[in-house]
């Protein structure tokens, strides 16, 4: 079933859609990790929230380039005022 806009779903059977799709993306997610137990959420919290991932918790390779990176105040406000994406697209072009 297509819709084309938005508001041609009633109200009720909206909230079952939306209840229907968290369900699944639930489950979907239960299923990932069964198969990858030790998938680690670093690397997402690491892209939303750098400065409250751990040091101990980056590749020690990289960890040096961390922490000048969340020591940086130019990078905190930039963080702090700016979309993530945008955010991680002036960095990656510095």
Known sequence: MVLDKEHDIEPDKRITM???????????????????????DTPCALARSPF????????????????????????RTDFSTMPVTKFWIQCLQS
Do not use: C, G, R
């Open 18 to 40: 939306i209840l229907s799709v968290k369900e699944h993306l639930h489950m979907l997610a239960d299923e990932i990790s069964l198969y990858f137990p030790n998938l680690p």
């Open 52 to 75: 409250t991932v751990k040091v101990e918790d980056v590749p020690e390779t990289a960890q040096e380039e961390f922490i000048e990176f969340i020591n940086s105040n130019a990078v």
